[in-house]
DNA sequence: TATTGTTATACTCTATAACTATA
DNA sequence: TATAGTTATAGAGTATAACAATA
């Protein structure tokens, strides 16, 4: 199963639009809009987290760990999206760098409990300072109209939920050649 | 230069909030809004594409081909924000699924003229009306708020893009290990 | 000397499938 | 029998670097 993803290197550039290059129905398309702000809001966090080697995805694990101390990878996984092998991947090397570790979970012998290591907890403080202001720049730059493009944003993730899972609406997976 | 990224597999799940975890900080931000909005759309795009073997990315690749035969295949992965080898392999499978060919251009003996084939032509024109439909609909279930959604979205790509390349706010490349 | 496209290679992210241990 | 996590493998996408041909 394999395609355009969510989560692979920064990109290259900017899809910044391209004097003489003409779009056609791409303009007009929200999905496309959609592409384009997150393209750039990638290379801003890149740069807003470059004392760390951070990516959005890992800075979101990061603050689900804190947030739910003990939490299990496979939660982890869900929450984020992920196939179990995927939430794997990235505990090894959030507790590689340091920033969590496994710990025996009560109850049931089968999970971990995840939770992030004192260093972990301090460096994060810094780390969520940052976010914050490279958000809160970006959020200050909308203005006043701020607040509503990200109730929109939120209206639009659950209006593209509800088609895509609609039940004559059949979810689907890329086809292997 | 890896990490996470823009296109990539289909994600496994949607990020949906999950009852009983707390979100903390990604609650409030504009950018993991944008990712989560994302994720749900991507999903759908697949979905609404299930007749071709898609993505956000081919797509594009099509529309700008098609507006614009000749182009030369570097001016594609600037449109789209790719490494020259990203534009190469783009085009490489869009000629062997027989969506493109590679012709001589005129002028520089050194680059070709990208134009889709007549079948491709064809095709495109039902794509385009799916991924048309698909993005409708949604803009449709944001009532009277979609275009300004829209509009919205395209004021973060520039406020974002302006802020990662601000003078003293030098871009970044994730650092190697 | 710079640019276009190519080749070869490597890395990251993701998924699938089979396996182990536990429930 | 089902679930959590693991291991091993494969695939897609991207990038880097060196190269040839052309400008």
């Known amino acids: 199963m394999k395609t355009d993803s969510l989560d692979a290197p920064p990109p290259e550039g900017l899809m910044l639009p391209v004097p003489g290059v003409d779009y056609g129905a791409l303009e007009g398309l929200l999905g496309y809009a959609l592409r384009r702000a997150q393209n750039a809001l990638y290379l801003d966090f890149y740069r807003a987290t470059a004392a760390w080697d951070m ?6 694990a990061l603050v689900l760990i804190a947030r739910n101390p ?4 496979g939660l982890l996984g869900q929450a984020m ?3 179990r092998s ?7 090397w959030l507790t590689a760098q340091g920033w969590a570790e496994r710990r025996d979970a009560p109850g049931d ?8 290591t ?3 907890k301090r460096r994060l403080v810094k ?36 088609q895509s899972t609609a039940p004559d609406n059949k979810p689907r997976r890329r086809q292997p050649p």
Chains 1, 2 share one sequence.
């Open 55 to 60: 990516s959005p995805q890992r800075f979101a």
């Open 70 to 73: 003990g939490m299990r990878q």
């Open 81 to 83: 999206g992920l196939h």
């Open 86 to 92: 995927g939430a794997l991947r990235l505990t090894d």
């Open 109 to 116: 012998a089968r999970t971990w409990g995840l939770h992030l």
């Open 118 to 120: 004192s260093a972990g």
């Open 127 to 162: 780390l969520e300072a940052a976010v914050a202001a490279h958000d809160r720049a970006l959020l200050a730059a909308l203005g006043e109209q701020g607040p509503a493009l990200k109730a929109g944003l939120e209206r639009l993730a659950w209006a593209a939920t509800a």
